[in-house]
């Protein structure tokens, strides 16, 4: 079957409510400090979980769960999300593309409050097994200019991390929780969530620069495995409030092409797709 096929199917959920104990569950799982009434911002992942399970888990993938990895990610945060407060989610494959030795789907996922307007806007490349010979994604985005160390940040992902956080983002794919699936995956056993790689970290920077997350853009370039260290430093850039990310684990990236804004921009007039 083409894959091609699913691009520009859409999908929705509604009535998905911020969740006190999910929340609380979620910012424990990543480390974040949420002010008071709101969820962390990347809490939202686990609202759009169930719209990501819908299209990679279609036959027109024909794929299995363990074979999907997450590639890159884009987050827009219009507002906070507020405890209790009640969204609907929808989400569009955007296209199906090539990716290296496979394909991916790009998927457009946006939380909207009860008038319509959005609240989270994302954008997720899924990596699939199996080269279907498409083209690969023909947009580039531009990359703020790094320059000084703005701040740093160890982190150590332990071997629980992976079910904690599989149960606060209600991602439960195998690949990060069953070594053998991971194993015929091509990982030497189980990784770390990628989303919880990305949260933890620009959470753990964010709170150290004292500023609300807007904006967020990364690429997963190397899988992270239990009982590994991390280590996460933000450069200041050529853009106001805007900071360039690496993530190293033994000199290695883990991220790249990674950077985020503060919301001392307002987040709303800003674009999803090219920064």
């Known amino acids: 079957m083409n894959r091609r096929t699913l691009a520009g199917r859409r999908f929705s959920i509604n009535a998905l ?4 104990d999910e929340s609380a569950l979620y910012a424990a799982a990543v480390g974040d400090e949420p002010k008071a009434g709101t969820a962390p911002a990347f809490y939202s992942v686990r609202l759009v979980a169930p719209l990501w399970r819908l299209i990679y888990q279609a036959p027109e993938l024909g794929t299995a769960d363990q074979l999907v990895l997450h590639a890159e990610q884009r987050m827009l945060f219009h507002r906070d999300m507020r405890i209790g407060e009640v969204l609907d989610g929808h989400a569009e494959v955007r296209d ?20 319509g307007r959005s609240v989270v806007t994302m954008e997720s490349t899924l990596a699939v097994q199996g080269s279907s010979g498409f083209p690969p994604d023909p947009r580039r985005f531009t990359q703020p200019s790094k320059k000084d160390i703005a701040v740093e940040l ?15 983002a209600d991602d439960h794919n195998p690949l990060h929780l069953d070594d053998e699936l991971a194993r ?11 989303m919880c790689t990305l949260a933890t970290g620009i959470s753990g920077l964010a709170n150290k620069l004292d500023g609300r997350l807007s904006y967020v853009r990364a690429r997963f370039t190397r899988p992270v495995l239990p009982d590994t260290a991390v280590d996460f430093t933000a450069h200041s850039s050529g853009s106001p409030n805007t900071y360039l990310v690496s993530a190293k684990h033994d000199g290695k990236a883990v991220l790249k092409s990674t950077w985020f804004r503060l919301s001392r921009i307002q987040p709303s007039t800003q674009a999803l797709g090219g920064q």
Do not use: K, N
Not at 96 to 115: N, P, S
Not at 184 to 194: D, E, K, L, S
């Open 96 to 115: 199906v593309v090539g990716f290296g030795f496979g394909d991916a789907a790009i998927i457009r996922c946006t939380l909207t409050d009860t008038e």
């Open 154 to 168: 160890s982190q150590y992902f332990g071997e629980e991390t992976p079910q904690q956080y599989a149960d606060a």
């Open 17 to 20: 409510r911020v969740d006190a």
């Open 184 to 194: 015929q995956a091509g990982h030497p056993r189980r990784i770390v969530h990628g």
